[in-house]
């Protein structure tokens, strides 16, 4: 924990720079509306979300302003494109 103390015009202000609990940096906040970053919208389609309305139905997301939706498919996109790999080589090209 590092203390970073500002004084701006004789009113002291005080950043204590935290690490979140279970979160490494970086990490982007996808919904600020809600305080949703990106590791919780991935491990939620980790366990098992595979759309938008169950993200929201899980974590809240884009059900306030809905400004983070676009960013959130763009997550939700990426994680379900990952080709499978067994031993080595994608899915699609496993022969038995």
């Not at 103390?5 to 005080?14: A, E, G, R, S, V």
């Not at 366990?47 to 309305?53: E, K, T």
Request: a positive charge; proline letters at 5%.
């Amino acid at each position: 924990m590092t203390p970073i103390i500002i004084n701006i015009k004789f009113k002291w202000l005080m950043f204590v720079h935290l690490k979140p609990l279970n979160q490494s940096f970086p990490f982007m906040y996808v919904c600020v509306c809600k305080g949703i970053t990106d590791r919780q919208i991935k491990a939620a389609i980790n366990d098992g979300a595979s759309s938008l309305g169950q993200l929201r139905k899980a974590l809240g997301v884009a059900s306030q302003c809905g400004k983070c939706s676009v960013m959130t498919r763009e997550l939700l996109d990426e994680a379900l494109s990952v080709t499978p790999m067994i031993n080595g080589l994608p899915q699609f090209y496993a022969v038995a």
